[in-house]
């Protein structure tokens, strides 16, 4: 297989290299033709290599920076201050050809507009946008956007998002003619914001889009589409309630009470169950979808959650080398060029 080339922001997130450097190590062995450079201070991200074998290291180089953009950072000053950051480095690591990808966990809205401004959107699109994947009931996977790259999106960019979604699910999920659905408090056609109904008008009149009308937040892991479209408010918070919800799901099946007296065999039960549940909602683990794809650029940039671990961030490089590996934005490209002048 080709080599793939995925610049990383060692420096961000709520963890830095703790976590990134051993992801980027689990990614390198799990991918033989993945090589990966990690941006950010040589002597902090070096100290984890001391079990890494000749092999992974080889596929490892360690470009410096100097300095990290905090991540409550105000995203213009960040912006203008960002010169030397390891989220700017990576990124131009990219813009050079040296990289095919850039992976962060740093600063949002950072990572938006340094994106935008070194990489550029793709023609076409107004605002990239946050993408996910979220499994559903139906042992499918649904595309979810905007994530809160975008707070507030007018219904072009909505249909911009829909259109990306779409192609995302055919070449991530393998789902011939996706069905696209917009995100609304109601599956009424006169419910909604004005700019959710003008969007539903021109998908309607697009052919190229399966769009199947509205889905209430109830329907998120239901499996009645294949792509969500709502604005970045909306879509962050109800990822974040989703996962929050989850991860109290899950934490209440590793929990044991304290201070009772219980049956002998109530250990025994208590770990049968927890074994049942587990393998039922364990693919809910928020951890198994982190990562979301700024989608619209001319290049992939991945953001990770910022409280990420290891095994939720080495998923947000598995997602960069599949995104790189299939061509994303080329065919989202593609697809803008035979839909919107229709559209428009």
């Given at each position: ?200 008008g021109i998908l309607r009149q697009t052919p190229e889009i399966n769009y199947i009308g509205y889905l209430e937040g109830n329907d998120l892991l239901t499996g009645k589409t294949d792509v ?117």
């Open positions: 297989m080709t080599r793939v080339t995925l610049a990383i922001d060692a420096m961000g997130g709520d963890f830095g290299p703790c976590v990134t450097v051993p992801a980027a190590m689990q990614a390198l062995a799990s991918y033989p033709h993945l090589h990966i450079l990690l941006v950010g201070d040589p002597d902090i991200i070096m100290s984890f290599f001391a079990k890494a074998d000749s092999a992974t290291l080889a596929r490892l180089d360690v470009i410096p920076a100097e300095s990290v953009i905090a991540s409550d950072a105000v995203p213009s000053q960040a912006i203008r201050h960002s010169r030397g950051s390891s989220m700017r480095v990576a990124l131009e690591l990219v813009k050079a050809g040296r990289a095919q990808a850039c992976i962060s966990a740093g600063n949002t809205g950072a990572l938006m507009g340094l994106a935008k401004l070194l990489l550029k959107p793709l023609e076409g699109i107004e605002r990239p946008a946050l993408m996910t994947v979220l499994p559903n009931q139906q042992a499918g996977k649904t595309v979810l956007m905007d994530l809160g790259a975008n707070v507030d999106s007018d219904s072009t960019m909505l249909v911009q998002f829909a259109l990306m979604g779409a192609v995302m699910a055919e070449e991530i999920l393998a789902v011939a003619s996706p069905r696209v659905a917009l995100l609304n408090i109601g599956q009424e056609e006169t419910k909604g914001l004005a700019s959710i109904r003008e969007a539903a969500l479209v709502c604005d970045g408010f909306v879509g962050n918070v109800t990822l974040k309630t989703l996962e929050g919800v989850v991860r109290m799901f899950l934490s209440l099946l590793t929990s044991q009470s304290e201070g009772k007296k219980r049956a002998w065999w109530m250990p025994l039960v208590a770990r049968f169950v927890k074994k049942r549940l587990s393998k039922r909602f364990g693919h809910l683990n928020p951890d198994q979808y982190n990562g979301a794809c700024l989608l619209g650029l001319r290049s992939t940039v991945i953001k990770s959650h910022g409280a990420a671990n290891q095994r939720a961030f080495a998923a947000a490089i598995e997602q960069a080398e599949q995104a790189v590996r299939r061509q994303i934005p080329e065919r989202i490209a593609a697809r803008l060029q035979a839909v919107l002048p229709k559209s428009d």
